[in-house]
């Protein structure tokens, strides 16, 4: 058994494939590290240019694609290894990028998942949208980054050069513990894809695993490969996937109310879209909350299993207002002791 298994779930990622695959056999190949790729049911010629061109790269194929969580949760059963690393076929990874994280996590044993750097590959002074220097959530659950919230991406001038706790770790390059893992279940399958990454961390968080961002490995993410940001079914997930988090994570205490303010937020959103010309965008809210309703009972029985609890790392503070009323661009500009 290796020690780590870099896993890169494809998907008609041909071009990705043939441009990112070989810098990852550079640089992470080695007796201690495993590359494989599973491939997710995909119609371009990505299985046979693997075969032709990445002898060396061990091929696992799932019968249809079951998005980001259920293909990784497939295709994970078939790997034996201490550590999961999931990275995107649109990653392009850099020298020494496994050792520092894996070295942090050895000597921490409470520490369940982490996160690289993650710059942008067209704008690599920058951040990338995916993940930047480690992901947090507000209190309704509004996800956002140290280096980008919403939209507005940070420079990297070395202001998040510190190993720090986070509250997610993208799903972008996640390093992760296999047992862990495979005990917590995996990914959220229900999820298809989007916000998966999230849950699970929440979800480790309650068992008292930590979530851990390290500076020192650098990656750079296309982003968008699987869906264009501008999507209305990836704003239809998000949504949906969102308010399915939180019912599934939130203490009891704070369900009721965040579920119904999160929603009336949502409403808002839609009434822009609708006034915007985004009649797409609109519709997509009103999907995603019609089928977090059906999915209610099935979500209720996954709560009871999680069993939530307080955790860390979550924003006190209301993101929307604070990024477009406050205008709070910026991390650093967001108020500490509002963290919890």
């Known amino acids: 058994m290796k020690k780590v ?6 998907w008609n990622g041909e071009k990705f494939l043939r441009d990112f695959l070989p810098l990852v056999i550079e640089h992470s190949a080695s007796e201690d590290t495993e590359v494989i790729v599973a491939d997710n049911n995909s119609t371009d010629n990505s299985v046979e240019l693997l075969k032709a061109q990445f002898p060396q790269v061990r091929i696992i194929i799932n019968e249809k694609n079951e998005g980001f969580a259920g293909g990784y ?3 994970l059963q078939q790997v034996d290894a201490e550590y999961f690393v999931l990275l995107n076929s649109d990653v392009e990874v850099t020298e020494n990028w496994i050792k520092p994280v894996i070295e942090m996590m050895d000597r921490n ?9 993650i710059r942008s590959y067209h704008q690599p002074d920058y951040f990338e949208y995916a993940g ?3 992901g947090y959530i507000d209190k309704y659950g509004y996800p956002f980054c140290r280096g980008r919230i919403f939209d507005e991406l940070e420079k ?15 799903g972008a390059c996640l390093f992760v513990r296999t047992d862990l893992f495979k005990q917590s279940g995996g990914f959220d399958e229900d999820f298809f894809a989007h916000m998966e990454e999230i849950d699970f961390c929440w979800r480790i968080k309650h068992k008292g695993y930590k979530v851990m961002y390290h500076p020192h490995s650098v990656v750079y993410h296309v982003g968008g490969g699987t869906l264009p ?7 239809y997930l998000n949504i949906r996937n969102n308010n399915a988090m939180l019912y599934k994570n939130l203490p009891q205490g704070k369900l009721t109310t965040t579920i119904f303010l999160r929603l009336i ?3 808002i959103a839609a009434v822009k879209f609708f006034f915007d010309g985004g009649m797409a965008d609109f519709m997509a809210v009103i999907r995603a909350h019609i089928h977090f309703y059906k999915m209610i009972p099935k979500l209720r029985k996954k709560r009871k299993q999680i069993k939530p609890g307080k955790v860390s790392q979550i924003y006190k503070g209301n993101l929307v207002s604070a990024f477009y009323l406050a205008g709070k661009k910026k991390f650093s500009e967001l108020k500490t002791e509002k963290f919890s």
Do not use: C, M, R
């Open 5 to 10: 298994a870099v896993v890169i779930l494809n």
């Open 156 to 170: 990297d001038e070395g202001q998040y050069d510190d190993v720090a706790e986070v509250f997610w770790a993208t």
């Open 132 to 134: 930047a220097a480690g």
């Open 109 to 117: 044993s409470d520490i369940g998942a982490a996160q690289p750097k």
């Open 229 to 235: 940001t501008a999507s209305s079914f990836k704003a």
């Open 265 to 267: 937020l949502d409403g």
């Open 73 to 75: 949760n497939k295709a």
